[in-house]
């Protein structure tokens, strides 16, 4: 509803909180040891009804230093919210709605709070009764819960404001939801494998983020969620399970399969297993690669292989295949040919923010799905909700998480709300940031809650993306202009250059090495991919993304560097013959190399055919050379990778050339003879003799 009674509500709101705030009356001085108190909310119905009581319960906790008794409880609800932006006005409002109707009142069982101390309330039932919202199909309504005790210098008071949704007659046409749920996380590995701290650890605990994510949604029964997991993650979490290796402040320890950081790792693996047979997951690019900027620097090609690292990683991880689908890549450069980069490794679903795809102003929430291209079956985008995004990522979610909870529920109710029961169906996102870190108890209120909201239908993401239209507005949703801002963002140009080149010389390597297996236990492909992932993206991690990269070349160059080639020099008698060329290989390794010699005055082979150095012996080759001059020349022989485009060794040797001084020699005795025969012959045929 609009108009007047939008504006008399939002007034109304305004003016109660207003009375709330004189009633708890000025904020006493910071230096002040006043008893305060506060109340949190730990236990709320997500929906009532006429049937349906509400059902809730509250913690209150005395943070004075002095005892406080004779406490009393009182709830009031609020006029009706009937529009998003009034639910906002509200959230706004110091203090909240106060309320203009009693609904409860009791006194607690709790006798007196000492300073410090935090008790549990009694479960209250209320049933609210009928006409709360003038025979609509529903209204959210604030609802204050205001909590007196009396303290040694008088009075005190605390309050919060939460919110109840009265559906009367239920939704036979629920909003659908989807819920992403990120999982991933930076490695807090280096590139010899060695974990830098154990941070990771706590986070796969049960009371960390990503512990209470998986043990949540592997409970049996769990409500529908989407989530996209990070292989490298996946990896990092299997590396803990067994004995891993600890580096800090320059000591490297081993941590024991036995001890409690490798148990919830352990444990957290288990449960992401099981949550992922119940709910498949769709997958990040391996480390949550930064493909806007990989696109953009050497084309679509680029997002193949992190994709692909990401997907088989779960699938062998997880024992579950991941939705291939779906598409989240990080936000960046988003254009047509990122898109187009993703629709080739089968993504028709992408997720965006909704900045890419400014959604029209016309008072009705938009659907989350928009149409990317024409043709019967386009590529989709899903664009989460602004305000839910920020919501999922309010501090208060923290110290309040089930009044919080609540305050999302109450969001996609009024949304709901907005057209219920829609003859088309309408569709919602919900997409935190992929940094996001719920604490346990708001996600487990979250998602429960969700799943309890009879006005919403949870379903995984690419099902909402191809049951739910674009709409309801009929404007065209275009894809935002990349700016500078976007491109400045990703990695730069320069670094990733910088590992394209490096993978090639390891391509090179593989042909001329095999299956190489650093000393150890690392990967060079791995590391590569580790260094195009986007947590490389500030200037300050910059340098850990550059480590990886010269763990590759650095490991390279510690078996090219066995590698000699002889230098004794040697002498051709003739134009033409074979010379030997030497190499000597002092690594590990069997090398499969190709020779190349090149001189100005020799006339010689353009490269050798392929051979094996192998390991700590030196191997020679005689190679066929011309000459086309007498004297001593420099041949060049450089040892190269066997597709020719990396030089392993090198060295110069010495040809000394005698074939055109023999020759010399030859044709010189020769004239001599010729010479010596005409004297003879000629003397005996002089005139005069007996004569």
Excluded: C
Excluded at 338 to 346: P, V
Excluded at 434 to 454: E, K, N
Excluded at 550 to 571: C, D, L, N
Excluded at 640 to 650: K, M, Q, R, S
Aim: hydrophobic share 40%; no cysteine.
């Amino acid at each position: 509803m609009t108009g007047p009674r939008t504006a008399t509500r939002a007034l109304a709101a305004l003016a109660l909180a207003a009375t709330l705030m004189a009633a708890l009356g000025p904020a006493a001085p910071a230096q002040e040891a006043a008893p305060s108190l506060e109340v949190v909310l730990t236990a709320i119905s997500p929906v009532v009804g006429p049937r349906a009581p509400l059902d809730y319960r509250v913690m209150v906790r005395n943070r004075g230093q002095q005892p406080v008794r004779d406490l009393l409880v009182r709830t009031r609800l609020g006029l009706p919210l009937d529009t998003r932006s009034e639910l906002a006005t509200l959230l706004a409002t110091p203090g909240g709605d106060p309320g203009a109707r009693p609904l409860d009142e009791f006194r607690p069982a709790v006798g007196e709070l000492a300073p410090g101390a935090a008790r549990q309330l009694e479960r209250r039932r209320v049933l609210l009764g009928q006409h709360l919202g003038d025979q609509r199909a529903g209204v959210v309504l604030p609802l204050s819960i205001e909590v007196q005790a009396s303290g040694p210098d008088g009075p005190v008071t605390a309050a919060l404001v939460t919110y109840v949704v009265d559906l009367p007659a239920g939704a036979r046409q629920p909003l659908r939801a989807a819920l992403l749920v990120p999982v991933r996380e930076p490695t807090h590995r280096n590139p010899a494998g060695d974990f830098v701290d154990d941070k990771l650890a706590a986070l796969l605990s049960p009371t960390g983020s990503l512990g209470a994510i998986a043990d949540e949604l592997a409970r049996p029964g769990a409500p529908t969620a989407t989530m996209v997991v990070d292989g490298m993650l996946v990896e990092d979490a299997t590396a803990m399970v067994g004995g891993w290796r600890l580096r800090e402040k320059g000591k490297r320890t081993t941590v024991p399969p036995g001890d409690p950081r490798s148990g919830h790792a352990d444990r957290f693996l288990r449960s992401l297993k099981a949550a992922a047979a119940s709910h498949p997951p769709a997958a990040f690019a391996y480390g949550n690669a930064d493909l806007p900027a990989l696109v953009r620097a050497g084309g679509g090609a680029r997002a193949d292989g992190p994709v692909a690292k990401g997907r088989n990683v779960l699938a062998n991880g997880l024992g579950t295949a991941p939705d291939g689908s779906l598409a989240w890549p990080v936000d960046g450069a988003i254009d047509g040919a990122l898109l187009q980069a993703l629709e080739q490794t089968g993504s028709d679903v992408v997720v965006l923010e909704p900045r890419h795809l400014p959604a029209p102003s016309d008072g009705v929430t938009q659907n989350a799905t928009v149409d990317l291209g024409g043709g019967p079956e386009p590529q989709r985008a899903l664009v989460g909700d602004p305000v839910l995004t920020g919501a999922l990522t309010d501090p208060r979610s923290a110290s309040a998480p089930v009044e919080w909870a609540q305050r999302i529920l109450a969001e996609t109710a009024v949304t709901w709300l907005e057209r219920p029961n829609s003859s088309e169906p309408r569709g919602i996102l919900l997409a935190p940031p992929q940094d996001w870190r719920p604490s346990g108890a708001f996600f487990r209120s979250l998602v429960r809650g969700l799943g309890a909201a009879p006005w919403l239908r949870l379903e995984p993401a690419p099902a909402l993306a191809a049951e739910v239209p674009q709409g309801p507005a009929e404007t065209e949703r275009r894809l935002a202009t990349v700016t500078a801002a976007d491109v400045a963002a990703g990695l730069s140009r320069t670094y990733l250059d910088r590992v394209e080149k490096t993978r090639a010389e390891l391509e090179s390597f593989a042909r001329a090495v095999g299956n190489y297996r650093p000393p150890d236990g690392s990967s060079f492909d791995r590391d590569l991919l580790v260094a195009e992932s986007s947590d490389w993206r500030p200037s300050s991690a910059r340098a850990r993304g550059r480590g990886y990269v010269r763990a590759v070349s650095q490991g390279i160059k510690a078996v090219y560097r066995h590698i000699t080639v002889g230098s004794t020099p040697v002498t051709l008698t003739a134009r033409s013959g074979k010379i030997p060329i030497t190499v000597a290989n002092g690594s590990d390794e069997r090398v499969t190399v190709v020779l190349r010699l090149t001189s100005p005055k020799v006339d010689l082979p353009g490269t050798s055919e392929p051979f094996v150095l192998e390991p700590h012996r030196r191997t020679t080759q005689l190679l066929q050379v011309g000459t086309r001059a007498t004297g001593s020349f420099p041949i060049r022989v450089d040892v190269l990778t066997p597709d020719g485009e990396v030089t392993i060794a090198g060295s110069d040797i010495r040809l000394t050339s005698t074939a055109f001084n023999r020759v010399a020699l030859a044709l010189t005795g020769g004239a001599a003879g010729l010479l010596l025969l005409w004297w003879r012959f000629g003397r005996r045929r002089r005139p005069g003799n007996g004569h």
